[in-house]
């Protein structure tokens, strides 16, 4: 599967969705949890809000339009979040998160903070990209080879971009493999250049 492994140093980049504004505020949503001793209701309701942002394009539109009243975006959120029944620390973290002016941000923290509980458990999060959706077997095998490469406790962060053509590209932390097609293509393409 993998045979080409670089590292990179970029500063820029901080582990998967911990660093940064994101980072800061999924750090005092977990803490908070703990705190409380609810991380166990939290955890879930954060993947479950994620998940209704993705899928809900008007509820995007709601948190990523700048021009909508603040007070307005608050409202409107925090009722939709009542409506489907999330639990009153998550509803009070939203609406910091909106009177704030980071409800565009939204999405990116609620990654965060299962980034963040991840790292807590000792797990790492992988992210892969593939041309097409993997299967059940190449995510089991995936997860084998990055077991032999010494992470055994690996969280896959899955996206698919038709773009890279075949193959993989995944990143755990600053370790890149990069097997997709249109690589092997562009390194191709030099290669023939430098030939000629």
Known sequence: MATAVTSTQSAARSPVGTGGLAGRYATALYDLAADRRKLD??????????????????????????????????????????????????RDFVGVVADNRRLPRLRQILAAVLAVAAARRGEITAEVVSAEPLTTTQRAQLQGKLAEAGYSRVNLDERVDPQILGGLVVRVGPR????????????????????A
């Open 176 to 195: 890149l493999v990069d097997t997709s097609l249109q690589s092997r293509l562009v390194r191709l393409h030099y290669a023939m250049k430098g030939a």
């Open 41 to 90: 209701e939290v955890l879930p309701q954060v993947d479950m809000l994620a998940r209704l942002i993705d899928e809900t394009p008007e509820f995007q539109t709601v948190l990523s339009d700048t021009r909508l009243d603040i007070r307005d975006s608050r409202k409107a959120v925090l009722a939709v979040l009542e409506k489907q029944g999330f639990d009153t620390l998550l």
